[in-house]
């Protein structure tokens, strides 16, 4: 089980690998990626974000990812 913030336990059905894909059409993989279906909306973990090699910068109201080449995801 997950645990959440809010100290509530939840399924894990599923780990993987998903792509996620910005505005110029350039693929980024994020592996061992968490299959959750009891959350509302998707999460992205800083963690395995860097773990696939990009950067993030945060800023007060974005946060940008940054590939390995460059690219950019916002």
């Known amino acids: 089980p997950l645990c959440l913030a809010n100290n509530q336990r939840t399924l894990i059905t599923g780990i993987g690998e998903i792509n996620i894909e910005n505005q110029n059409g350039f693929t980024q993989t994020l592996i061992d990626t968490l299959h959750v279906p009891d959350l509302k909306m998707n999460l992205m973990s ?8 990009c950067r993030i ?8 990812v940054l590939s390995d080449k460059n690219e950019i995801f916002k």
């Open 46 to 53: 800083v963690a395995k974000i860097v773990d696939s090699g």
């Open 57 to 64: 910068i945060f800023e007060p109201r974005t946060a940008t």
